[in-house]
Protein backbone atom coordinates (compact mmCIF):
# COMPACT_ATOMS: atom_id res chain seq x y z
CA UNK A 1 0.00 0.00 0.00
CA UNK A 2 2.78 2.08 1.35
CA UNK A 3 5.31 3.86 -1.76
CA UNK A 4 8.38 1.78 -1.95
CA UNK A 5 10.33 4.65 -1.72
CA UNK A 6 8.83 5.52 1.97
CA UNK A 7 9.43 2.00 3.51
CA UNK A 8 12.65 3.01 4.87
CA UNK A 9 12.28 6.70 5.62
CA UNK A 10 12.86 7.44 9.46
CA UNK A 11 10.71 10.71 10.32
CA UNK A 12 12.92 13.41 11.79
CA UNK A 13 12.69 13.58 15.49
CA UNK A 14 13.19 17.06 17.07
CA UNK A 15 15.18 17.81 20.14
CA UNK A 16 13.14 16.72 23.25
CA UNK A 17 10.33 19.26 24.22
CA UNK A 18 10.31 20.58 27.72
CA UNK A 19 6.48 19.49 28.11
CA UNK A 20 8.06 15.48 27.13
CA UNK A 21 10.35 15.69 30.09
CA UNK A 22 7.93 17.29 32.25
CA UNK A 23 5.66 13.95 31.80
CA UNK A 24 8.66 11.44 31.25
CA UNK A 25 10.53 12.50 34.47
CA UNK A 26 8.01 14.73 36.62
CA UNK A 27 10.56 17.50 36.98
CA UNK A 28 10.12 21.25 36.22
CA UNK A 29 12.84 24.24 35.64
CA UNK A 30 14.29 22.61 32.66
CA UNK A 31 16.62 24.29 30.49
CA UNK A 32 15.90 22.95 26.83
CA UNK A 33 19.46 23.45 25.01
CA UNK A 34 18.61 21.11 22.25
CA UNK A 35 17.27 22.72 19.44
CA UNK A 36 19.49 25.79 18.60
CA UNK A 37 16.58 28.18 19.48
CA UNK A 38 17.07 32.31 20.34
CA UNK A 39 16.65 31.67 24.06
CA UNK A 40 16.54 35.57 24.34
CA UNK A 41 12.91 35.67 23.37
CA UNK A 42 10.99 37.66 20.67
CA UNK A 43 11.43 41.16 19.52
CA UNK A 44 8.80 43.40 21.57
CA UNK A 45 7.68 44.67 18.06
CA UNK A 46 6.96 41.01 17.27
CA UNK A 47 5.30 40.68 20.15
CA UNK A 48 2.86 43.92 19.61
CA UNK A 49 2.33 42.72 15.95
CA UNK A 50 0.75 39.32 17.28
CA UNK A 51 -1.39 41.11 20.14
CA UNK A 52 -2.56 43.27 17.05
CA UNK A 53 -2.73 40.17 14.59
CA UNK A 54 -4.73 37.79 17.01
CA UNK A 55 -8.54 38.75 16.53
CA UNK A 56 -8.08 38.42 12.78
CA UNK A 57 -7.38 34.91 13.05
CA UNK A 58 -10.80 33.98 11.67
CA UNK A 59 -9.81 34.77 7.63
CA UNK A 60 -7.05 32.51 6.24
CA UNK A 61 -3.77 34.39 5.58
CA UNK A 62 -3.39 36.20 2.23
CA UNK A 63 -2.16 32.72 0.44
CA UNK A 64 0.83 34.87 -1.93
CA UNK A 65 2.34 36.42 1.42
CA UNK A 66 2.50 39.69 -0.50
CA UNK A 67 3.55 41.89 2.41
CA UNK A 68 6.46 39.50 3.70
CA UNK A 69 8.04 38.82 -0.10
CA UNK A 70 8.05 42.42 -0.46
CA UNK A 71 9.50 43.34 2.89
CA UNK A 72 12.19 40.23 2.13
CA UNK A 73 12.66 41.82 -1.25
CA UNK A 74 13.47 45.34 -0.43
CA UNK A 75 15.69 44.69 2.13
CA UNK A 76 17.99 42.07 0.20
CA UNK A 77 17.48 43.80 -3.07
CA UNK A 78 15.80 41.24 -4.87
CA UNK A 79 12.06 41.06 -6.79
CA UNK A 80 9.57 39.23 -4.91
CA UNK A 81 9.33 36.46 -7.73
CA UNK A 82 12.32 35.58 -6.63
CA UNK A 83 11.40 34.24 -2.80
CA UNK A 84 10.26 31.35 -1.80
CA UNK A 85 8.15 30.86 1.68
CA UNK A 86 7.84 27.81 3.86
CA UNK A 87 6.43 26.31 7.22
CA UNK A 88 10.01 26.63 8.05
CA UNK A 89 13.08 26.60 5.97
CA UNK A 90 12.86 22.38 6.30
CA UNK A 91 9.89 22.37 4.02
CA UNK A 92 11.76 24.51 1.10
CA UNK A 93 14.44 21.81 1.07
CA UNK A 94 11.52 19.42 0.63
CA UNK A 95 10.09 21.29 -1.87
CA UNK A 96 13.48 21.70 -3.70
CA UNK A 97 13.49 17.83 -4.28
CA UNK A 98 10.09 17.59 -5.20
CA UNK A 99 10.50 20.31 -7.53
CA UNK A 100 14.29 19.09 -8.92
CA UNK A 101 14.35 15.18 -8.34
CA UNK A 102 12.84 12.64 -10.40
CA UNK A 103 13.54 8.90 -9.93
CA UNK A 104 17.11 7.89 -10.38
CA UNK A 105 18.45 11.64 -10.24
CA UNK A 106 20.97 12.00 -7.51
CA UNK A 107 21.77 15.09 -5.21
CA UNK A 108 25.18 15.24 -3.30
CA UNK A 109 25.02 16.25 0.25
CA UNK A 110 27.10 16.14 3.43
CA UNK A 111 27.21 13.95 6.34
CA UNK A 112 26.40 14.50 9.47
CA UNK A 113 24.80 17.49 8.28
CA UNK A 114 20.52 18.77 8.62
CA UNK A 115 18.75 15.26 8.54
CA UNK A 116 16.26 16.36 6.31
CA UNK A 117 18.31 16.27 3.34
CA UNK A 118 18.75 12.53 2.47
CA UNK A 119 14.44 11.40 3.35
CA UNK A 120 13.24 14.06 1.10
CA UNK A 121 15.85 13.33 -1.89
CA UNK A 122 14.67 9.39 -0.77
CA UNK A 123 11.16 10.30 -0.92
CA UNK A 124 11.24 11.25 -4.56
CA UNK A 125 13.09 8.24 -5.54
CA UNK A 126 16.16 9.90 -6.05
CA UNK A 127 19.57 8.48 -4.99
CA UNK A 128 21.26 10.44 -2.01
CA UNK A 129 25.26 11.23 -1.98
CA UNK A 130 26.12 11.77 1.35
CA UNK A 131 29.66 12.58 1.76
CA UNK A 132 31.25 12.32 5.44
CA UNK A 133 33.03 15.94 6.75
CA UNK A 134 36.79 15.63 6.98
CA UNK A 135 38.02 17.38 10.09
CA UNK A 136 34.09 18.08 10.95
CA UNK A 137 34.06 20.40 7.77
CA UNK A 138 32.40 19.80 4.30
CA UNK A 139 34.73 18.38 2.13
CA UNK A 140 33.98 20.37 -1.22
CA UNK A 141 36.96 18.94 -3.29
CA UNK A 142 34.98 15.17 -2.66
CA UNK A 143 31.48 16.64 -2.59
CA UNK A 144 32.77 17.84 -5.99
CA UNK A 145 34.15 14.66 -7.36
CA UNK A 146 30.61 13.41 -6.49
CA UNK A 147 28.76 15.19 -9.00
CA UNK A 148 27.91 13.84 -11.85
CA UNK A 149 25.70 13.84 -15.30
CA UNK A 150 22.91 12.57 -13.15
CA UNK A 151 23.41 14.97 -10.14
CA UNK A 152 20.15 17.63 -10.21
CA UNK A 153 21.10 19.24 -6.74
CA UNK A 154 23.61 19.77 -4.06
CA UNK A 155 22.80 20.55 -0.38
CA UNK A 156 25.27 22.79 1.29
CA UNK A 157 24.64 23.67 4.58
CA UNK A 158 26.82 26.50 6.06
CA UNK A 159 27.31 27.10 8.38
CA UNK A 160 27.01 22.74 9.03
CA UNK A 161 24.68 21.58 11.47
CA UNK A 162 25.86 19.84 14.10
CA UNK A 163 29.29 21.00 14.00
CA UNK A 164 28.94 24.69 13.23
CA UNK A 165 31.79 24.97 10.77
CA UNK A 166 31.50 27.09 7.72
CA UNK A 167 33.05 27.07 4.21
CA UNK A 168 34.72 30.70 2.84
CA UNK A 169 34.46 32.76 0.73
CA UNK A 170 37.39 31.35 -1.12
CA UNK A 171 36.21 27.36 -0.69
CA UNK A 172 32.58 28.33 -2.09
CA UNK A 173 34.28 30.17 -4.82
CA UNK A 174 36.08 27.23 -5.91
CA UNK A 175 33.29 24.39 -5.80
CA UNK A 176 31.16 26.57 -7.71
CA UNK A 177 33.72 26.80 -10.72
CA UNK A 178 33.96 23.20 -10.43
CA UNK A 179 30.05 22.17 -10.46
CA UNK A 180 28.15 22.67 -13.73
CA UNK A 181 26.08 25.28 -13.58
CA UNK A 182 23.19 23.29 -14.84
CA UNK A 183 23.31 21.65 -11.04
CA UNK A 184 21.52 23.67 -8.27
CA UNK A 185 23.56 24.69 -5.34
CA UNK A 186 21.20 25.17 -2.22
CA UNK A 187 23.32 27.05 0.40
CA UNK A 188 21.32 26.65 3.76
CA UNK A 189 22.17 29.45 5.77
CA UNK A 190 19.69 28.94 8.88
CA UNK A 191 22.34 30.42 10.71
CA UNK A 192 23.42 33.70 8.79
CA UNK A 193 22.93 36.30 11.00
CA UNK A 194 25.52 34.64 13.64
CA UNK A 195 27.88 33.51 10.78
CA UNK A 196 27.98 36.83 9.19
CA UNK A 197 30.52 38.07 11.93
CA UNK A 198 33.66 36.52 10.45
CA UNK A 199 35.19 38.38 7.63
CA UNK A 200 35.54 35.41 5.26
CA UNK A 201 31.79 34.21 5.69
CA UNK A 202 30.23 34.26 2.26
CA UNK A 203 27.20 35.88 2.13
CA UNK A 204 25.15 33.41 -0.25
CA UNK A 205 22.81 36.08 -1.68
CA UNK A 206 26.02 37.22 -3.92
CA UNK A 207 26.16 33.88 -5.32
CA UNK A 208 22.76 33.31 -5.56
CA UNK A 209 22.66 36.81 -8.08
CA UNK A 210 25.34 36.00 -10.09
CA UNK A 211 25.46 32.14 -10.88
CA UNK A 212 21.84 30.90 -12.24
CA UNK A 213 21.29 27.53 -10.21
CA UNK A 214 22.13 28.72 -6.70
CA UNK A 215 19.15 29.05 -4.38
CA UNK A 216 19.96 30.18 -1.02
CA UNK A 217 17.58 29.38 2.40
CA UNK A 218 17.40 31.52 5.68
CA UNK A 219 14.95 31.14 8.39
CA UNK A 220 12.93 33.39 11.07
CA UNK A 221 13.51 30.40 13.36
CA UNK A 222 16.94 31.27 14.79
CA UNK A 223 18.45 34.72 15.21
CA UNK A 224 15.06 36.15 14.85
CA UNK A 225 13.35 33.78 17.14
CA UNK A 226 10.39 32.53 15.36
CA UNK A 227 10.55 28.95 15.53
CA UNK A 228 6.99 28.09 17.10
CA UNK A 229 5.44 30.18 14.34
CA UNK A 230 7.20 28.02 11.64
CA UNK A 231 8.70 30.80 8.45
CA UNK A 232 11.00 29.91 6.30
CA UNK A 233 12.41 31.96 3.45
CA UNK A 234 14.57 31.50 0.67
CA UNK A 235 15.66 33.25 -3.14
CA UNK A 236 15.60 30.89 -5.98
CA UNK A 237 15.60 31.61 -9.98
CA UNK A 238 11.65 32.70 -11.20
CA UNK A 239 11.23 29.46 -12.83
CA UNK A 240 12.13 27.24 -9.99
CA UNK A 241 10.29 29.49 -7.47
CA UNK A 242 7.29 29.57 -9.92
CA UNK A 243 7.43 25.78 -9.90
CA UNK A 244 7.86 25.66 -5.95
CA UNK A 245 4.90 28.18 -5.63
CA UNK A 246 2.67 25.68 -7.41
CA UNK A 247 3.25 22.56 -5.43
CA UNK A 248 3.30 24.15 -2.01
CA UNK A 249 0.44 23.62 0.09
CA UNK A 250 -1.91 26.49 0.14
CA UNK A 251 -1.17 28.99 3.40
CA UNK A 252 1.48 27.04 4.10
CA UNK A 253 2.46 29.98 6.14
CA UNK A 254 -0.23 31.01 8.12
CA UNK A 255 -1.29 34.95 9.22
CA UNK A 256 0.31 35.43 12.75
CA UNK A 257 3.57 34.07 11.57
CA UNK A 258 3.48 36.75 8.31
CA UNK A 259 2.70 39.64 10.69
CA UNK A 260 5.37 38.55 12.97
CA UNK A 261 8.24 37.70 10.21
CA UNK A 262 7.41 41.45 8.64
CA UNK A 263 7.50 42.62 12.69
CA UNK A 264 10.99 41.40 12.95
CA UNK A 265 12.82 42.61 9.66
CA UNK A 266 11.46 46.04 11.31
CA UNK A 267 13.95 45.21 14.40
CA UNK A 268 17.23 44.44 13.20
CA UNK A 269 18.58 46.37 16.48
CA UNK A 270 17.00 43.41 18.80
CA UNK A 271 19.04 40.62 16.13
CA UNK A 272 21.85 42.75 16.48
CA UNK A 273 21.52 42.29 19.86
CA UNK A 274 20.83 38.09 19.86
CA UNK A 275 23.70 38.05 17.99
CA UNK A 276 26.13 40.23 20.39
CA UNK A 277 24.91 38.20 23.40
CA UNK A 278 25.50 34.46 21.67
CA UNK A 279 28.57 35.62 20.55
CA UNK A 280 29.39 36.70 24.61
CA UNK A 281 27.74 33.33 25.65
CA UNK A 282 30.05 30.78 23.26
CA UNK A 283 33.39 32.90 24.26
CA UNK A 284 32.48 32.12 27.87
CA UNK A 285 31.30 28.70 26.87
CA UNK A 286 34.95 28.37 25.44
CA UNK A 287 36.44 29.13 28.31
CA UNK A 288 35.13 27.32 30.90
CA UNK A 289 35.14 24.19 28.65
CA UNK A 290 38.93 24.61 28.46
CA UNK A 291 38.91 24.84 31.99
CA UNK A 292 37.43 21.37 31.89
CA UNK A 293 39.79 20.06 29.81
CA UNK A 294 37.25 19.21 27.17
CA UNK A 295 37.27 19.55 23.50
CA UNK A 296 34.66 21.13 21.28
CA UNK A 297 34.19 22.45 17.85
CA UNK A 298 34.93 26.18 17.23
CA UNK A 299 31.23 27.31 15.88
CA UNK A 300 30.37 29.92 13.25
CA UNK A 301 26.57 29.35 14.88
CA UNK A 302 24.30 29.78 18.16
CA UNK A 303 25.60 25.95 19.07
CA UNK A 304 28.62 24.20 20.01
CA UNK A 305 29.34 20.03 19.46
CA UNK A 306 31.21 19.63 22.76
CA UNK A 307 33.26 16.33 23.38
CA UNK A 308 32.94 14.76 26.37
CA UNK A 309 34.75 11.50 26.33
CA UNK A 310 31.96 9.50 27.33
CA UNK A 311 28.77 7.95 26.01
CA UNK A 312 26.41 10.84 24.20
CA UNK A 313 23.19 8.93 24.96
CA UNK A 314 24.86 8.52 29.00
CA UNK A 315 25.73 12.39 29.04
CA UNK A 316 21.98 13.18 27.35
CA UNK A 317 19.89 11.09 29.79
CA UNK A 318 22.11 11.84 32.62
CA UNK A 319 21.16 16.03 31.91
CA UNK A 320 18.06 15.37 31.41
CA UNK A 321 17.12 14.05 34.56
CA UNK A 322 18.82 17.16 35.79
CA UNK A 323 16.84 19.80 33.83
CA UNK A 324 18.80 20.21 30.95
CA UNK A 325 18.00 19.15 27.36
CA UNK A 326 20.69 18.83 25.15
CA UNK A 327 21.16 17.12 21.82
CA UNK A 328 22.92 13.87 21.76
CA UNK A 329 25.89 13.36 19.17
CA UNK A 330 25.18 9.25 18.47
CA UNK A 331 22.10 10.64 16.11
CA UNK A 332 25.18 12.56 14.27
CA UNK A 333 27.04 9.60 14.30
CA UNK A 334 29.34 11.45 16.53
CA UNK A 335 29.21 8.98 19.65
CA UNK A 336 31.02 10.96 22.53
CA UNK A 337 29.85 14.26 21.57
CA UNK A 338 26.99 16.14 22.48
CA UNK A 339 25.72 19.29 20.90
CA UNK A 340 24.44 22.39 23.38
CA UNK A 341 22.58 25.77 22.21
CA UNK A 342 23.94 28.63 23.11
CA UNK A 343 21.70 30.37 25.99
CA UNK A 344 21.43 33.21 28.47
CA UNK A 345 24.28 33.40 30.82
CA UNK A 346 22.22 31.35 33.69
CA UNK A 347 21.62 28.95 31.28
CA UNK A 348 25.12 28.31 30.14
CA UNK A 349 26.50 28.57 33.65
CA UNK A 350 23.28 25.62 34.88
CA UNK A 351 24.81 23.49 32.03
CA UNK A 352 28.50 23.34 32.57
CA UNK A 353 27.76 22.79 36.29
CA UNK A 354 25.24 19.81 35.45
CA UNK A 355 27.67 19.11 32.67
CA UNK A 356 30.65 18.71 35.27
CA UNK A 357 28.51 16.34 38.09
CA UNK A 358 27.30 14.17 35.21
CA UNK A 359 30.86 13.58 34.01
CA UNK A 360 31.74 13.15 37.21
CA UNK A 361 29.52 10.00 38.30
CA UNK A 362 30.40 8.62 34.44
Known amino acids: MVRKALENLKPYVPGKPVEEVERELGITNIDKLASNENLWGISPKVAAAIKEAVDKVNYYPDGGAFRLKEKIAAKYGVIPDNIILGNGSDELVMFLAMALIDPGDEAVMPVPSFPRYEPVVTMMNGIAREIPLKEHRLDLKTMAEAV????????????????????????????????PEKVVVVLDEAYFEFARLFNDYPDGLNYFKKRPNTVVLRTFSKAYGLAGLRVGYGFAPENLAKAINSLRPPFNVNFLAQMAAVAALDDEEYVREVVKNTDEGKKFLYQELI??????????????????????????????KRGVIVRSGDIFGMDDWIRVTVGTPAQNARFLNELKAVLEIL
Do not use: D, H, W
Open 148 to 179: NEKTRLVYLCNPNNPTGTYITKGELEEFLERV
Open 291 to 320: RMGLSYIPSAANFLMIKTGKPSALVFRELL
